[in-house]
């Protein structure tokens, strides 16, 4: 460090202020790995070959962020490869990402700001990561039942209460959690696969080629597009008629488990899930857990219904 620092801009009779400092550490030196310094203050390492330039980073044992400038592609690769371990975030800057730069290191709150060893793990900042450490959690442990009424999100194995009246006719303020509709059967055709597959466009072989669909250990011969099974799904446990259910705006956790042939008759079993009414509007947000079943009782879609329904039924 030099003896002395030049304020420059600054009143020094009035705080403690520090100029830029630039350093140059000598070849194979520590201290740049084990001192950490905070203000305005940069140290230049030289290096011989992108392999030292990564050893001598990961020197540092953890870092919340690292910057690499370059426009080679290669270059930016191998680098970030070697330097990913040892930061919990990594700007890799050329022309192009310049003009929208952020800057070394600046947290952002879409962004996780932290990384490993003395650097914190990972997690300091950045969206909800960074409020969750500020928060109490606690894992709960119980039966379905309970789980259910703790946390007023239904659980699967959790009790149902099936009603003379459909859910899609219930509001907001009538709905419960764990409210259910069992719906009719359909018997999937080949007519229905075919009837999809002019409409949408999509021939992939298993639902078009019976002999290539037959010699995949998957599907053993011609199967339903999944989607197609979603589809039916939705006829079968919709209330068509105009009521409290105001719009689908999506499913989440979608997945198709097992497969649907001609021949196989499938159903529904949809369950509120989670009610959240919305200070703003008239309406809330209705989570439905949705499981299609074949004729043998085995799941072969699950997924969440993600539903906009009125809060009340009257004016």
Do not use: C
């Amino acid at each position: 460090m030099p003896d002395a620092v030049e304020v420059v801009g600054a009143d020094s009779e009035s705080g403690a202020f520090m100029g830029p400092v630039l350093l140059r550490a000598r070849p194979g030196a520590s201290e740049p790995h084990d001192v950490e310094p905070f203000g305005p203050v940069s140290t230049v390492l030289t290096y011989g070959s992108l392999d030292e330039a990564v050893e001598l980073a990961a020197r540092g044992r953890g870092s919340l962020a690292g910057s690499l400038v370059t426009r080679d592609p290669e270059v930016a690769r191998r680098v970030t490869l070697g330097l990913a371990p040892w930061h919990g975030r990594l700007l890799v800057l050329d022309r192009v990402a310049a003009p929208e730069s952020t800057g070394h290191g600046s947290p952002l709150p879409v962004l996780v700001h932290g990384g490993p060893g003395r650097a914190g793990g990972g997690e300091e900042l950045g969206g909800i990561r960074g409020v969750l450490h500020h928060m109490q959690r606690t894992a709960i442990q119980g039966s379905p039942d309970m789980l259910t009424a703790i946390t007023n999100r239904w659980t699967t194995g959790a009790a149902r209460s099936d009603g003379d009246v459909h859910p899609f006719r219930k509001s907001i303020a009538e709905l419960r959690i764990g409210d259910t509709i069992r719906s009719a059967t359909h018997t999937v055709t080949l007519n229905d696969i075919e009837r999809f597959t002019d409409l949408t466009g999509d021939t992939f072989y298993a639902h078009t080629d019976p002999e290539a669909a037959a010699a995949n250990p998957l599907f053993g011969g011609i199967v339903a597009h999944g989607y197609l099974v979603v589809s039916l799904a939705a006829g079968l446990f919709v209330d068509p008629a105009p009521g409290p259910v105001l719009a689908n705006f999506g499913v989440d956790r979608l997945r198709f488990l097992t497969p649907v042939k001609a021949g196989d008759t499938i159903d529904v079993t949809l369950t509120v899930k989670q009610i959240t009414p919305r200070r703003s509007a008239d309406y809330g947000e209705v989570r439905w857990d949705a499981v299609v079943a074949n004729a043998d009782g085995e799941p072969v879609a699950t997924y969440d219904v993600l539903t906009l329904v009125a809060k009340t039924t009257g004016p």
